[in-house]
């Protein structure tokens, strides 16, 4: 393999239930072999895409001190401001060389969720800056739509009822992750310094770049694969969580950021399914000897996300 499959997502949205069962097909495949690919015709706006790259742009040129002001430090929901080098994705390659901000599904104080403190159900913390919070509700609604169209998709590759992940995901756990990585020299010692390597947590991972290199994808032989920029394209990729779901029929593949020689910016979208979600391989696959135990969603989130932080540690 030299680069990874593009997919069109227009099948998917069809009315034809031929034309969903031959994209579904082709998504199943790149989900196998690499848990990787492009996805293109997705009915994202550029203009949408524009807009919440310039709103990350203004946060993070934000002064630090704002920024702190808002740290994920502050909350038991992952929400909020993570400092340069706070996070460790791959703990035995040092701190990462990246600051993001991640924004969850929009719920108020008065929620019966947050008064009641379920994980992952906590309120947005929010900049003050005109307009930022509208555009990054929009941007996130429009890539849960996506994801959901996906998992449909899913469905019927794995030979399920295509409603089967719609209870799942009715009021998923997701997360709007901003990104930026300073302009580094550090590429050549600390090939993984960007982002440690790494396997994405979740069901599925929407990942939209600007043009700077840096993403790369270990394949099964063992070679590092460039992710390049493709206009209006988003990098998707099989999460942790539905490849034990799928008792490892989809394969979440190790990836990470190198440094790169300019600054660079991503938005990242995690579509995970609601916190009280058992998440059971013998669901997906009854007739196979299940490879993992039931776990409930918000439990397995917790464990993987205390080994991430420093300040859970």
Same mark, same amino acid.
């Given at each position: 393999?030299?680069? @990874?499959?593009?997919?069109? @997502?227009?099948?998917? +949205?069809?009315?034809?239930?031929?034309?969903? *069962?031959?994209?579904?097909?082709?998504?199943?495949?790149?989900?196998?072999?690499?848990?990787?690919?492009?996805?293109?015709?997705?009915?994202?706006?550029?203009?949408?895409?524009?807009?919440?790259?310039?709103?990350?742009?203004?946060?993070?040129?934000?002064? +630090?001190?704002?920024?702190?002001?808002?740290?994920?430090?502050?909350?038991?929901?992952?929400?909020?401001?993570?400092?340069?080098?706070?996070? *460790? @994705?791959?703990?035995?390659?040092?701190?990462?060389?990246?600051?993001?901000?991640?924004?969850?599904?929009?719920?108020?104080?008065?929620?019966?969720?947050?008064?009641? !403190?379920?994980?992952?159900?906590?309120?947005?913390?929010?900049?003050? @800056?005109?307009?930022? *919070?509208?555009?990054?509700?929009?941007?996130?609604?429009?890539?849960?739509?996506?994801?959901?169209?996906?998992? *449909?998709?899913?469905?019927?590759?794995?030979?399920?009822?295509?409603?089967?992940?719609?209870?799942?995901?009715?009021?998923?756990?997701?997360?709007?992750?901003?990104?930026?990585?300073?302009?580094?020299?550090?590429?050549?010692?600390?090939?993984?310094?960007?982002?440690?390597?790494?396997?994405?947590?979740?069901?599925?991972?929407?990942?939209?770049?600007?043009?700077?290199?840096?993403?790369?994808?270990?394949?099964?032989?063992?070679?590092?694969?460039?992710?390049?920029?493709?206009?209006?394209?988003?990098?998707? !990729?099989?999460?942790?969580?539905?490849?034990?779901?799928?008792?490892?029929?989809?394969?979440?593949?190790?990836?990470?950021?190198?440094?790169?020689?300019?600054?660079?910016?991503?938005?990242?979208?995690?579509?995970?399914?609601?916190?009280?979600?058992?998440?059971?391989?013998?669901?997906?696959?009854?007739?196979?000897?299940?490879?993992?135990?039931?776990?409930?969603?918000?439990?397995?989130?917790?464990?993987?996300? !205390?080994?991430?932080?420093?300040?859970?540690?």
């Amino acid at each position: 393999m030299t680069q @990874l499959p593009i997919i069109s @997502l227009a099948g998917l +949205l069809s009315d034809d239930p031929s034309h969903r *069962r031959a994209t579904a097909a082709t998504l199943g495949k790149a989900c196998r072999e690499v848990g990787f690919f492009y996805l293109t015709d997705h009915g994202m706006s550029s203009t949408l895409r524009e807009a919440a790259f310039a709103a990350s742009h203004r946060f993070f040129d934000l002064p +630090l001190a704002d920024k702190q002001r808002l740290s994920i430090k502050q909350s038991p929901h992952n929400r909020g401001y993570v400092a340069m080098a706070d996070e *460790r @994705l791959n703990p035995e390659a040092g701190s990462d060389l990246k600051e993001a901000f991640n924004l969850g599904g929009d719920l108020d104080a008065s929620h019966p969720d947050v008064i009641a !403190n379920k994980p992952f159900r906590g309120v947005n913390f929010w900049p003050e @800056l005109e307009g930022w *919070r509208a555009t990054m509700l929009d941007y996130f609604s429009s890539c849960l739509s996506i994801g959901r169209a996906l998992h *449909r998709g899913f469905s019927l590759d794995l030979g399920m009822d295509e409603t089967f992940f719609e209870q799942p995901l009715a009021d998923p756990v997701a997360t709007l992750r901003l990104l930026h990585y300073p302009a580094s020299a550090d590429s050549s010692q600390r090939p993984d310094g960007g982002a440690g390597t790494h396997t994405d947590y979740g069901n599925v991972t929407l990942l939209a770049t600007d043009e700077v290199a840096g993403l790369e994808v270990l394949t099964r032989q063992g070679q590092w694969l460039s992710a390049p920029y493709i206009p209006g394209a988003f990098v998707f !990729n099989i999460g942790d969580c539905l490849m034990r779901w799928s008792n490892d029929t989809y394969l979440s593949t190790p990836h990470r950021v190198r440094p790169p020689e300019q600054e660079r910016y991503a938005i990242a979208f995690f579509l995970e399914v609601n916190p009280d979600t058992v998440v059971d391989p013998l669901d997906i696959q009854p007739d196979q000897e299940p490879l993992y135990p039931p776990i409930r969603f918000a439990d397995y989130l917790t464990q993987r996300l !205390n080994a991430t932080y420093d300040h859970r540690q």
